[in-house]
């Protein structure tokens, strides 16, 4: 019974372990980006104060949901525009597994944001593109066939339609790293981020409550983040999306904020925490220019 | 050599019972999310023997009530911890009888850093699933 357990116990944490991604040097970036990218760094190992710490999946980080991009753009009363969304036409041009996976996160993003301006035929065109995706990444039996029904049904339903498709790339996401594909998991991820931004970054400018200028700025952290985590894989392709970061990276140096703690007051009975903490960000307008420069490139790469 | 072989079954088969059993208690957490809230369309998992701790960061934006719920398919096997960018205790759920979820209420945007453990007095190895929900 003991050798079980020390199998079980070791065959464990091998597995565990199996799961890290190994890290990359970043000696080939500009300056800038190696101070933010060792800033960052430093709060992680600071962070690790005893050995057993892991993260979960070999992801240090979760990206912000492409759908709340969405909800703000639409609250901000900036008017839709067609045609800062990746066409559909282009997904015959996605053959390769890196392309697919990045373009399925792309296609996510922009169904969001079809949905709350009530787009409602675009809507369905744009989930036919992310069915063919899904289906050419071998994803198909990750969703449950009620879950594309109940979207095919509730089409001129904003709040269903945009509930409904969330759960669907969740199921995607538990599928792939069920399956230890995390590294498609975080091209997905990596896509709908882009696409998130690229919508922010030509928007900020039209936006005049200026919370999509803000939005962009707290997007600082996660840019680094997301650079250090496909600087993780030993894939060619993820080499050259890395290199794309680099520019973007660089540009969102110059993004100051701050932070404040304040305690925070729980409500047991309710199960709810009220987080009073402050935080500010200051962005120029010369940054946003750069970044909107920036995050264009890598849209381009992943879209073209 | 025949070690080896035993060795090599017993760790894909601990790997498939593993992946399995993450998938199941990722299936069951989703009871804690209603209608109201929307999914951040990803699962955080880690496999945790005991002592061990998960952890990850993410962006919580001002303006939104968060629900982060963990689970390892056993009641109240597990403890998660929220803590700000400067490592002060937010919450933890071992304070609240290690309640499967939580909501929050963020005024302003603020990086967060979620550990997961599991209660040793309830087991000793298992699938840490943690998931977020968000309604503006």
Redesign the interface.
């Known amino acids: 019974m003991t050798s079980v357990n020390y199998?079980?116990?070791n065959?464990?944490?091998?597995?565990?372990a199996g799961?890290f991604f190994t890290q990359c040097s970043s000696d080939s970036q500009p300056d800038e980006v190696k101070d933010d990218v060792q800033k960052t760094q430093v709060?992680e190992s600071?962070?690790g104060e005893?050995s057993?710490?892991?993260?979960?999946?070999g992801?240090?980080?979760?990206?912000?949901?492409p759908?709340?991009t969405a909800?703000?753009i639409k609250k901000s009363g900036v008017d839709f525009k067609s045609d800062l969304t990746n066409s559909s036409d282009n997904l015959n041009n996605y053959t390769t597994t890196f392309k697919q996976a990045l373009n399925l996160g792309v296609y996510?993003a922009d169904f969001a944001y079809i949905s709350y301006y009530g787009q409602d035929q675009l809507s369905l065109s744009y989930m036919k593109s992310i069915r063919s995706l899904v289906e050419s990444l071998d994803l198909s039996s990750s969703i449950d066939s009620k879950l594309v029904d109940r979207i095919v049904q509730n089409v001129d339903n904003k709040d269903?339609l945009?509930?409904v498709s969330?759960?669907m790339?969740?199921s995607i996401?538990?599928y792939l790293?069920?399956?230890?594909r995390t590294d498609v998991a975080a091209l997905i991820?990596t896509g709908?981020f882009i696409e998130s931004l690229y919508f922010s970054a030509n928007l900020a400018k039209e936006d005049l409550t200026g919370k999509l200028s803000k939005?962009i700025g707290?997007?600082k952290?996660?840019v680094i983040?997301l650079m250090q985590l496909l600087a993780k894989s030993n894939d060619p392709n993820f080499e050259s999306l890395v290199s794309e970061f680099t520019g973007l990276v660089s540009a969102f140096s110059a993004v100051e904020t701050t932070?404040e703690?304040v305690r925070?007051e729980?409500d047991?009975v309710?199960?709810?925490?009220?987080?009073?903490?402050?935080?500010?960000?200051t962005i120029s307008e010369e940054t946003l220019d750069r970044i909107l420069i920036e995050t264009k490139a890598i849209r381009t790469f992943i879209t073209e | 050599m025949k070690i080896r072989y035993i060795l090599l079954f017993a760790f894909f088969t601990i790997a498939n019972f593993s992946f399995s059993q993450c998938n199941e208690v990722a299936t069951a957490s989703e009871e804690y999310f209603s209608d109201d809230f929307v999914s951040d369309g990803q699962t955080y998992r880690a496999l945790l023997l005991k002592d061990q701790v998960a952890e990850f960061s993410s962006l919580f934006y001002g303006g939104t009530t968060y629900r982060i719920s963990a689970s390892t398919g056993t009641d109240k096997g597990i403890i998660f911890n929220v803590l700000d960018q400067e490592r002060n205790l937010i919450y933890s759920s071992e304070d609240y009888e290690k309640s499967a979820f939580w909501d929050f209420e963020v005024e302003n945007t603020l990086n967060w850093t979620i550990e997961a453990k599991l209660d040793p007095a309830v087991q000793n190895s298992g699938c840490a699933v943690i998931l977020i929900g968000f309604r503006e």
């Open positions: 199998i079980i116990k065959g464990l944490a091998v597995l565990v799961l709060s600071n962070s005893h057993n710490i892991m993260s979960f999946d992801q240090l980080f979760s990206v912000p949901s759908i709340q909800s703000l996510g269903s945009i509930s969330s759960a790339f969740r996401d538990n790293k069920n399956n230890e991820l709908g939005r707290e997007e952290q996660t983040l932070y703690y925070p729980t047991p309710n199960k709810t925490t009220k987080i009073k903490s402050k935080s500010s960000v």
